[in-house]
Every structure is written in C-alpha cells, then in structure tokens.
C-alpha cells in the first residue's frame, strides 16, 4: 500500500490570496512519482498555534509531512519558533547555519543583518537541511510517528532543497509497489483528451488515469499499482504506450519537458535555423524558445513588427497586401514569413498576425482571429485560427499553435 504523506504550506500572504500556493502541487506530485499517496495538501496562516494544532493532526494521519513558508527572518516568520514550542523543546544556534548566512551576505557585497541571525535557530535534535542557493536553511524532525521537513517558500529553493535533502531521506518510505508516468499534451482539451482514454482503467486493472489542465496544456499521469516494484513499473509501461496510441502526436513529451524545448530540440535535431515576425504575440514565441537553454543555436531573430510601417520596413510587406487585405490576413501572414526569411536567411520563418482584444474586432475579423505562417525552401503555409478568450489567451494559444506548426515541420 502506498505510504500516506501531507503537505503543509504556511504563510499569510497564501491564505490571503497574496501569493499562488505552487509549493504544495510541485511537493505532491514528487511525493507521487515516489510511492506515496498524499492525503491532505494544508494551508494556514502564519500562526504559533495553528502550525502546532496542523502538525499534531497530520503527524497522526501521515508517514511523512513536507512543510514550507515561514523560515524568513522577519518577525512574522514564527514557524521554526512554533514548531519548537509543539516538541516542548528550546531554539539552539547552529553554527555552520550561521556561516553559510554570513558568507552569502558577503559575496553579495553587503553586512548580514542581525535579524537574519534566527535562521540559524532550529529545535533542539533537528537535523539542519543546506541551502545552496538561499540564507534560509531548513530542517527536520519526527513529530509522532512521522518526519516532518521545513523548507522556505521560495519555489527555487524549495525545490533545490527537496531534490537534494528531502529525497534522500523519504526514498526508502515509499510504497515500492506504484510506478507512475506523467504525459504533456498540447492541442486537445481535457474532455477530448478524456474520451479518447476511456476505457484504459477498465483495460488495465491497477492503473488510474488522471489529468491536470495546465493552460494551455493538459498533463496525464498513469499510475500503477501491483504485487511489486517490477510487476507496477512493467504494468505502466504497457499502459503508457496504449495512452500514447491513443493520443498520438499530442503528446510531446515527458514530465520535466516543455513545448517549445521540445520544439527547439527538433530544430536542432534538423539542424535548421529559425527567423520570428511576430504582431498579435509582441515576441511571446520568442520568449517560450529562448526561456529555454540552446535557444542561440538556431534562433537567427525575433521581429516584433507591431505597427504595419515597422511590417514594410523591416519585413517587405507590400502596401497593396496591407491595404488591400489589411494587416490581420493570410495574405500579410505570408509575406511577413516570406520577408522574415529573406532577411535573415533562416531555414525556416515564422510569423503571427491577428487581433488579440479586446477591442479592434469586427464581424468580418472578430477577436481571436488569427494567420500563422510558416516559409520554407517548399514554400510558405498559412493557417487560420479563431481562438476564444482573453487577450492573453489568445497570445498563448496563437503562441502554442506557431510552434505547433514548426514541430510540424520538423516532423516531416
């Protein structure tokens, strides 16, 4: 049976809506992949005897609790103070804590304060977890029956702290027995993605499906449970590929990939080069393929050719087509790929015209629409799309559908 586990996220900006509470999702999807079934994801606010009032509940319901938030050093972080007081023990100085708080203020330059000097405080018998890329280090303890581990809120380092500290500790309390796959998708939405899974539970006994809708993406895990290790692992397998028959060419990749790294990976692969004339996304194409590393391998340029005179300038677009069609058409769509192209000498050249709102829509060009194209030495292809939503889903989606056309291509 899988080991039961929790989350507990504290902080007042969370419970207040200041602040989206990712910690806990990132947490419980790791504890997932390694065997545990979390019961319960908890959030309060920054409270002494809410923190110990979660905590003696939950070390009774779970194995293991990852706790995060409240390890800063001003005077509302009170949760290494409260947990503390729980065990009935006193703070005590940790050194080497201490050190690594000093030496980190000084390669920035600056005099540690002295409030920071509370986060070399941890409970008396607490095993201290390093930062390595924050002052705030982390710690745990057994409450109960469980182990409980504190990290900071700050998602980076948080998750450096859990791969390197947390891992290590709750590895062999995993359930042995579940074997877990988590599948991106891009291009069908959840109820679509649904149907054309259904029946694969009832095909593979032990196997639960599950999604988790990640605009404008959908991720499905396929989760195995059987006798042992090897029989859940091979079970997963087996289920895993008929997920992917099923699904096709949606699926681009794995848990820890994303779309445009898979795209920028496909360039190249094909060793191309890539030029962008973007109007409606304002450079959001570029931003996804360079947010990944490599980018420079093969992105030539981005041009963010808003205005139509920057559209004639620096793309050719012609006049005629400009007045003729109007900015937001197929046939400016294909000449700002055909000049992107031209001008940079890039394999391939990629470009999006269209009204994202909220307002400019008329009945004959409504909001959403949109004109991908996509110029190459085979010619140039021009897809019209009418997307729904907000202006900043439009952009996503009008973003998601160009590099679709470019993993397309690469496809070929």
């Not at 507990?8 to 790791?30: C, H, K, M, P």
């Not at 859990?162 to 074997?179: K, N, Q, T, W």
């Not at 191309?272 to 570029?286: K, N, Q, R």
């Not at 940079?344 to 009204?355: F, K, Q, V, Y």
Request: aromatic content about 6%; overall charge negative; hydrophobic content about 45%.
């Amino acid at each position: 049976m899988p080991t039961p586990a929790a989350t507990l996220s504290i902080g007042t900006e969370l419970t207040r809506g200041e602040l989206v509470d990712s910690n806990s999702a990132t947490i419980a999807a790791a504890l997932t992949d390694l065997g545990f079934e979390v019961l319960e994801k908890v959030t309060i606010d920054d409270d002494a005897g809410r923190i110990a009032t979660a905590l003696e509940r939950l070390s009774k319901l779970a194995r293991v609790i990852v706790c995060t938030g409240g390890l800063g050093p001003t005077t509302d972080d009170l949760t290494t103070s409260a947990v503390a007081a729980f065990l009935g023990v006193p703070l005590e100085r940790d050194e080497a804590a201490l050190d690594h708080i000093r030496r980190r203020f000084e390669r920035a330059g600056r005099v540690m304060s002295p409030s920071n000097g509370k986060q070399a405080d941890f409970p008396r018998g607490a095993t201290v977890l390093p930062n390595a890329v924050g002052t705030a280090c982390g710690f745990a303890v057994d409450v109960g029956d469980a182990r409980a581990f504190f990290m900071p809120g700050v998602p980076h380092e948080m998750s450096r702290m859990f791969e390197e500290h947390v891992v290590p500790g709750i590895r062999d309390l995993g359930a042995s027995d579940v074997a877990q796959t988590r599948l991106r998708t891009f291009g069908l939405p959840e109820s679509a993605v649904g149907e054309k899974l259904d029946g694969v539970e009832a095909a593979f006994p032990g196997v639960t499906i599950g999604y988790r809708a990640h605009f404008p993406e959908i991720e499905v895990k396929v989760l195995a449970r059987a006798a042992s290790g090897v029989e859940a692992r091979e079970l997963c397998a087996t289920a895993t590929r008929e997920v992917e028959s099923r699904l096709g060419d949606i699926v681009y990749g794995g848990a820890s990939d994303s779309f445009a790294g898979v795209v920028g990976r496909a360039i190249k692969l094909r060793a191309w080069t890539l030029a962008l004339a973007e109007s409606c996304t304002g450079g959001l194409v570029g931003h996804l393929l360079t947010r990944e590393p490599g980018a420079s391998e093969f992105l030539l340029v981005d041009a963010v050719t808003y205005a139509n005179s920057a559209k004639t300038q620096f793309l050719g677009v012609s006049e005629d087509a400009l007045r003729g069609h109007g900015a937001v058409s197929e046939e400016v769509a294909a000449e700002m790929a055909e000049g992107a192209r031209r001008a940079s000498g890039a394999d391939l050249a990629l470009s999006l015209t269209g009204i994202a709102g909220p307002s400019g829509g008329t009945d004959d060009k409504p909001v959403g629409l949109v004109y991908i194209a996509l110029a190459s030495d085979k010619g140039t292809e021009v897809r019209e799309h009418r997307f729904n939503g907000d202006r900043s889903r439009v952009q996503t989606l009008a973003a998601y559908a160009g590099l679709a056309m470019i993993r397309a291509a690469c496809a070929r």
